[in-house]
C-alpha cells in the first residue's frame, strides 16, 4: 500500500513538471516570436524609411539637370520599386520659403506613412498633392517675370493622362516636343484628365483671356500666355491643386522680391558706366508688390509693373537682364 502510494506521488510530480516544462517553453517561444516580429518590423520599417529618403533626395537630384537657363521645357521619369504616393508639400515662411517631399509607400497593400521630409528651399514642385504610382515624370520650364525668377518643375504619374483639347499651336508644339506619354494633345480617352481652352465640359478649363485656370471650382490666375510670363504659370496651374499653387507663387514672388532689389543695386553700378536706366524706382515698386502678393488674382496688377520695367529695359543699350 505505501509502495503504491509513493508511484503515484512520482506520477503526479512527473506531470507537473512536465506542465511547468510546457509552460516555460510556450512562453518563451512566445516572448521570442515577439520580439522576431518586433525586429523584423523595425527593420522593414527602417529599409521603407531609407527607401523613402533615397527617393526624395533622388527626385530633388533628378530636377538639378531640369534647370533650363533660358532654354525651352525639358522633361525626365523617374522610376520607383514600389507603389509610392508623392506628398507636395510648401511652406511659404522665411526668406524664401521651403518645397517640402513627403512619401508614403505601400506595403501588404497598405500605405504606411513615413514621416521622412525633403526640405528644398530653391526648387518649386507643381503637383497636386498625394500623386501615386510607381513611374512619374517631372518636366520644368523658366518662369520670368519679367528677368528669370526660377525654373518650375511639374510632377505627374504615369497613371494620369492629360488631354489638352484646342490648345493654342504653341501648347500643342510645347507638348508634343515634350514627347511624354501621359501628356496628349488627341484622341481622348474616357479616363483621360480634360483640359479646355476653349470651354465646355471638361475637369480643367483653362481661360486665356481672362488669365486664370479653373480646377475644382478655383481659380488660379495667371500672367496669359500671349508671353512667356504666362506659359510656366499656366502649366503650374494646370498640373496643381489651389493650396499647392498659391503656396509656391508666394514663395516665386519672396524670390522675385530679392531679385528686384538686386538688379535695382546693379542699375547704380551701371550708371557709372555710362549706362542710363532709370528704372530702378519701378524696380523698387515691384519688389514691394511681390512682398505683398497674398494671391494670384494679383498677378494682373503686378503684370503692368513688369510691363513697363520690361520695355525700359529693353530700350537700353546696356540691359540689366
Known amino acids: 500500500m505505501c ?3 509513493d508511484k503515484m506521488t512520482k506520477k503526479k510530480k512527473g506531470a507537473l513538471e512536465m506542465s511547468f516544462g510546457w509552460l516555460f517553453a510556450l512562453v518563451a517561444g512566445a516572448v521570442i516570436l515577439f520580439f522576431a516580429i518586433y525586429i523584423s518590423t523595425r527593420l522593414i520599417n527602417t529599409e521603407k524609411e531609407t527607401l523613402s529618403a533615397q527617393t526624395g533626395k533622388e527626385i530633388g537630384i533628378l530636377l538639378n539637370p531640369l534647370e533650363t537657363s533660358f532654354q525651352s521645357a525639358q522633361t525626365t521619369s523617374i522610376t520607383i520599386p514600389v507603389e509610392t504616393r508623392i506628398n507636395n508639400k510648401c511652406d511659404d515662411t522665411g526668406t ?12 501588404l497593400n497598405k500605405w504606411t506613412k513615413t514621416d521622412i521630409n525633403v526640405f528644398f528651399e530653391n526648387k518649386y514642385i507643381f503637383s497636386t498633392d498625394g500623386i ?10 523658366p518662369f520670368s517675370f519679367p528677368f528669370k525668377v526660377a525654373d518650375l518643375f511639374y510632377i505627374t504619374s504615369a497613371n494620369d493622362i492629360y488631354c489638352f ?12 516636343d ?19 481652352f476653349s470651354g465646355g465640359n471638361c475637369d480643367i478649363n483653362v481661360n486665356d483671356y481672362a488669365g486664370y485656370v479653373e480646377k475644382n471650382g478655383k481659380e488660379m490666375y495667371f500672367a496669359g500666355t500671349e508671353d512667356d510670363y504666362g506659359n510656366a504659370l499656366m502649366y503650374a496651374a494646370i498640373f496643381s491643386n489651389y493650396d499647392i499653387y498659391e503656396c509656391q507663387l508666394k514663395r516665386l514672388m519672396l524670390r522675385e522680391r530679392e531679385l528686384s ?3 535695382a543695386s546693379n542699375e547704380l553700378i551701371t550708371e557709372t558706366r555710362g549706362c542710363d536706366y532709370n528704372i530702378g524706382g519701378n524696380l523698387n515698386e515691384l519688389s514691394d508688390l511681390a512682398a505683398k502678393l497674398n494671391s494670384s488674382e494679383e498677378l494682373k496688377i503686378m503684370k503692368v509693373q513688369v510691363d513697363i520695367i520690361n520695355e525700359e529695359n529693353s530700350a537700353r543699350k546696356c540691359k540689366l537682364w
Open 261 to 263: 532689389l538686386l538688379y
Open 96 to 107: 524664401f520659403g521651403k518645397q517640402i517631399i513627403q512619401l508614403d509607400q505601400k506595403n
Open 132 to 141: 501615386e504610382g510607381k513611374q512619374f515624370y517631372i518636366f520644368s520650364k
Open 178 to 196: 515634350l514627347n511624354q506619354s501621359n501628356l496628349i494633345t488627341k484622341n481622348c480617352s474616357s479616363n483621360a484628365i480634360k483640359v479646355c
Open 3 to 5: 509502495g503504491l502510494r
Open 165 to 176: 483639347i484646342n490648345a493654342p499651336n504653341e501648347i500643342a508644339t510645347e507638348i508634343n
